[in-house]
């Protein structure tokens, strides 16, 4: 039986030279590496991605949460070129120089990640509450800068639906700082280990990070653990979630990955 629409077409790639296959071979490397170091420098000087292993953020930032973090948001310090790859062994920073270039300030209210003071090795993710010279205090689990008390409004209470705690009421509250920067916060208990604490008076060039889950975050508030956070040690502001899922979702279950998506949390803005 003859071939039907082949009859007498010559080899494929008959009519094309060593050096046109080579060429196209290495223009598909080249885009691969060009690839690569876009992706790299956008990594390294503009956004860096992370994801929330904990819940010290709750409600605003849930486990399983992928954002992308502003490294230009206050200028470039020591560690904002941090980088490790453990399964190739490579790790580079800090950098050996003081201060920022490109320098900008934060604000109250805005959610960055810095390098634990305690351990420069470990990123941690908090809300700016106080900037230099602020005076901070908690007293029955409400916040107050600089003698005064920060507004709160009561919000209907939840039952956590997901994680370790599943099945308790949290009391919630919508928190207003003195420049306007609002947000919700969780109480879990009476009387929590950060509930009640002496006036804090933030250094200079430091800064006054708590948690939106006010009775599950290690933030300033104990100075032995993290404590007040130098300019320095800033990496960037959280600016949007790109990516969620819930704690069902599992990488040997691939039918998971979009049956716990969380879309609803896609695309939430998180920046000033």
């Not at 949460?65 to 948001?73: A, E, Q, T």
């Not at 308790?168 to 919508?174: S, T």
Request: net charge positive; hydrophobic share 35%; proline share 8%.
């Amino acid at each position: 039986m003859a071939d039907i629409g082949n009859k007498g077409a010559p080899p494929a790639g008959a009519g094309k030279s060593g050096k046109e296959r080579d060429g196209g071979l290495w223009g598909t490397v080249r885009l691969v590496i060009e690839a690569l170091l876009i992706a790299f420098v956008i990594r390294t000087f503009l956004f860096q991605p992370y994801n929330i292993p904990s819940g010290s953020m709750i409600p605003t930032l849930l486990v399983g949460d992928y954002l992308f973090v502003s490294k230009l948001s206050y200028g470039y310090g020591p560690h904002s070129f941090d980088f490790r790859v453990p399964v190739l062994g490579i790790e580079f920073g800090p950098l050996p120089f003081k201060g920022r270039v490109f320098a900008d300030q934060p604000e109250r209210g805005d959610i960055v990640v810095f390098k634990l003071p305690t351990n420069p090795r470990v990123d941690y993710i908090k809300r700016v509450i106080g900037l230099p010279g602020d005076r901070i205090q908690v007293k029955g689990g409400e916040l107050y800068i600089n003698g005064s008390k920060v507004k709160r409004e009561r919000l209907p209470d939840i039952v956590i639906a997901e994680g370790p705690h599943t099945g308790m009421r949290i009391h919630r509250y919508r928190e207003t700082l003195p420049n306007g920067r609002s947000y919700v916060i969780h109480d879990m208990f009476r009387d929590g280990p950060g509930d009640d604490t002496p006036e804090y008076v933030v250094p200079p060039g430091h800064y006054f990070m708590m948690g939106d889950n006010r009775d599950n975050s290690t933030d300033s508030r104990f100075l032995d653990q993290v404590g007040y956070v130098p300019y320095e040690n800033l990496v960037g502001e959280a600016k949007v979630i790109f990516f969620s899922h819930d704690e069902r979702a599992s990488l040997f279950r691939p039918w998971t990955w979009v049956t716990h998506i969380r879309w609803n949390r896609v695309g939430t803005w998180l920046g000033s």
